[in-house]
């Protein structure tokens, strides 16, 4: 791939995005005037030929990046066999998939579901049913985002997206990450701890292994549940098939969802027999979750991203793509960090700037937080297309300083 970053390109209007300015609720905001229709690898192409180097592998989603032969020949597999039965019947794919889950993990069960809002809901309402009478509340931490449906929500902490669905759902307490002088908040009354151990939307801002562990200590303490939230952070993103992995602890539950099928929507939770006793038929249920065409696909991404050679891999190149970036000469950054190919650039202007800004260097991120621009490349990303991304993104700056 070329390091030379492409001419700008000229803004037209395209009469698909019009169309769908006007038909499509719009709740993300403007689009940019381009339509992709292809992709290879870290590459997405437009409709109009042009070539993005993407990383932001649909926010952490196609991990084994665009057009990739595993996903598509698992999927071509699957389809010619049954699409959907619901859950009162069985299909192979989901108990082959749960099955190895379990297998991967601490777990003892697996729920499916269909994406990483709903599997943080399923965990926190396991939880509740987990935890007994008189356990209600569930403690979450700054800069945290676990979705946005209801229960998830009210664990989220971003004003602007809950304010508008004000009152939410009660008994919800709100801590600070990387602290532990409010865990006297965690007591027997609460019912779980919900946590990211590498927060995603919030900054890309990594856990450290002391505090993780001292939050698990202080959950056995007085009886409380830790639900993990690997949503993001999950399946080999950060060089471990688990990101709670780096911190030696054990959840009790943990939510799945963005990579696991390399980019068919797909979620999951885990679970320890303990938690899964307490559910009973029609506690929960979800009429997609767990279908024979997506778990098929799912779990040839899982036996790809499992390998030790897989993550190995994930963890050298993080190594290297975070060298990079840290060399990059600009007043405009402040400091990189994350952890394995989950890698945030925290900058000293508007994020969406730069972000803007790399388009029209052909290279597409995103923005996580306040002040920072967050890199998700695929995990299977080359150490060329890596290199590409660091010269583009440092044109990008190089050119905001400029201005």
């Excluded at 803004?11 to 169309?19: I, Y």
């Excluded at 830790?226 to 602890?249: M, N, P, S, Y």
């Excluded at 997506?294 to 991203?305: K, P, S």
């Amino acid at each position: 791939m070329s390091a030379t970053a492409p001419a700008k390109l000229k803004v037209k209007t395209h009469p698909l995005v019009d169309a769908a300015h006007e038909n499509l609720a719009l709740v993300y905001g403007e689009w940019p005037n381009t339509v992709f229709v292809d992709g290879c690898g870290c590459e997405l192409i437009s409709d109009r030929g042009e070539r993005f180097l993407d990383m932001t592998s649909g926010i952490a989603v196609t991990a084994l990046g665009h057009r990739s032969a595993i996903v598509e020949n698992a999927l071509k597999r699957a389809a010619e066999g049954l699409t959907h039965t619901s859950n009162l019947y069985l299909t192979p794919p989901a108990v082959e998939l749960a099955t190895a889950l379990v297998n991967h993990s601490f777990a003892d069960r697996a729920f499916f579901c269909n994406s990483g809002a709903e599997a943080n809901e399923a965990m926190i309402k396991f939880a509740r049913l987990a935890a007994g009478e008189g356990r209600s509340r569930v403690i979450y931490f700054d800069h945290s985002f676990h979705g946005r449906t209801f229960g998830a929500l009210s664990a989220t902490d971003k004003d602007a997206i809950k304010t508008p669905f004000a009152p939410l759902v009660p008994d919800y307490e709100r801590c600070r990450f990387g602290e532990t002088t409010d865990f006297t908040k965690i007591d027997e009354t609460t019912a779980c701890v919900l946590v990211e151990p590498v927060q995603g939307e919030g900054g890309v801002r990594p856990a450290t292994k002391e505090w993780m562990q001292a939050l698990r200590r202080r959950c056995d303490e007085v009886g409380a549940l830790l639900a993990v939230d690997e949503v993001q952070c999950g399946l080999g993103r950060t060089g471990k098939l688990f990101a709670h992995e780096h911190f030696d602890i054990t959840p009790d539950l943990m939510a799945l969802a963005k990579p696991m099928a390399g980019g068919l929507p797909i979620g999951a939770v885990l679970m320890t027999e303990a938690i899964a006793d307490a559910l009973h038929p029609g506690c929960h249920g979800t009429t997609f979750g767990g279908g024979p065409v997506v778990t098929a696909v799912a779990l040839a991404v899982l036996e790809a991203v499992s390998q030790p050679a897989f993550l190995e891999n994930v963890t050298r190149k993080g190594a290297f793509f975070r060298s990079r970036l840290e060399k990059i000469h600009s007043n405009l950054i402040e400091e990189v960090r994350g952890m394995g190919l989950m890698l945030g650039v925290r900058v000293n202007i508007d994020p969406k700037r730069v972000m803007k800004a790399a388009w029209n260097h052909r290279l597409l991120v995103t923005t996580a937080g306040a002040d920072v621009v967050r890199f998700l490349p695929p995990l299977n990303a080359t150490d060329d297309d890596l290199n590409d991304a660091v010269e583009r993104f440092a044109t990008t700056l190089a050119e905001l300083e400029q201005a």
